[in-house]
């Protein structure tokens, strides 16, 4: 089984991301992938997350990140993707996707695949 994150780098504020999750060795379309990031100092904190595709794929956000973030998923590739656009000077953290039973449950626990992530950096 693996999550392998991709597409973070350093951007301005303002500035758009798209970050990748490929997911391989289970059955992509009975899991929920979330994203989640950890900023230096802080806590892990879910971003945002969409459920599986045989639970009709809702996404699910974040306060912070509603109406800037977008989660998409692209079943023939085992892809999901994390849009971010406006991104913010706080929205620096490293990014990691994660992978749940069916649906978004809300709880980090729930998660049992987790990739290494991927920085995103943005500047003032």
């Known amino acids: 089984v693996q999550l392998v994150e991709s597409g973070g780098g350093l951007v301005q504020t303002g500035g758009s991301l798209r970050l990748s999750c490929v997911a391989s060795?289970?059955?992509?379309?009975?899991?929920?992938i979330g994203w989640f990031r950890q900023a230096p100092g802080k806590e892990r904190e879910g971003v945002g997350c969409i459920d599986s595709v045989s639970h009709d794929g809702t996404t699910h956000y974040t306060e912070s990140v509603k109406g800037r973030f977008t989660i998409s998923s692209d079943n023939s590739k085992n892809t999901v993707y994390l849009n971010m656009n406006s991104l913010k000077p706080e929205d620096t953290a490293r990014y990691f996707c994660?992978?749940?039973?069916?649906?978004?449950?809300?709880?980090?626990?729930?998660?049992?695949?987790w990739g290494k992530g991927t920085q995103v950096t943005v500047s003032s």
């Open positions: 994660a992978a749940e039973q069916k649906w978004c449950s809300g709880r980090e626990s729930m998660f049992k695949f």
């Open positions: 060795g289970f059955k992509f379309d009975d899991w929920a």
